[in-house]
């Protein structure tokens, strides 16, 4: 969906055509842009990979544009550029972070031509019924963005630029049209995958990454990063977590 408001600055989405045979998808998270991926993009693109790095609808602008969007909208960007990229290369990576990990992972169960994933701190886990109640009164009672974790970064000397509240309806989204689907599914995946959790996350559970790595059906290759909150690609972590998948986009190429 296209949108009338101005994208904040460093919040451009990148596509890089280097005519490479293996090519990267990134995906940024909930109330995020495509800043927080910035330097794992740029990382891919110096190994010589083509990249793909969409700005989601509704991110990296305003928090009353995303409310405006949600899961669909979301998916079909990402769809948009994994089969773009996917028409022009050999081989095809979807590295997603938070809600990023979460669409590459739909998207593999879609169907879309993807040879490798990797995913940071992904959501993928039906939230209780108690967590979806509070939030349906919530709207109900017209409240429709509540306070967000902003930048849960552990690093004194990094930041993210993300929207400082969580808007409810696209959450909604997110739980019931995006994670509920999925649940149970992930057996049905063979493609290997890299996953990447942080010990402390103050947005996700780390047992998400648990729940998906038991029940995925391919080989997985799982990381906890001791040093690093919930945007690990932007904190203590980020050396190690951006030389590793550079690491598996190349095994999966091989």
Known sequence: MTSSYSVMPGCDPVSHRAGARTGVVLLHGFTGNPSSMRGVADAMVTAGFDVELPRLPGHGTTIDDM???????WFGECRRAIDELAARVDHTVVLGQSMGGTLALAAALDGADVDGLV????ATRPRDGETMAMIDDFIDDGLFVVPGEGSDIADPDS???AYDGTPLL???SLVDEGIVPMDGRFGELTMPLRLFTSRQDNVVDPSDS???A?????EVEHTWLERSYHVATLDHDRDQLVAESVSFVRKVAA
């Open 67 to 73: 409310q405006r969007t949600g899961w669909y909208d």
């Open 119 to 122: 995913c940071i701190n992904p």
């Open 159 to 161: 930041s993210d630029i």
């Open 170 to 172: 696209p959450l909604k």
């Open 210 to 212: 648990e729940h998906l």
């Open 214 to 218: 038991s029940a995925y059906g391919g």
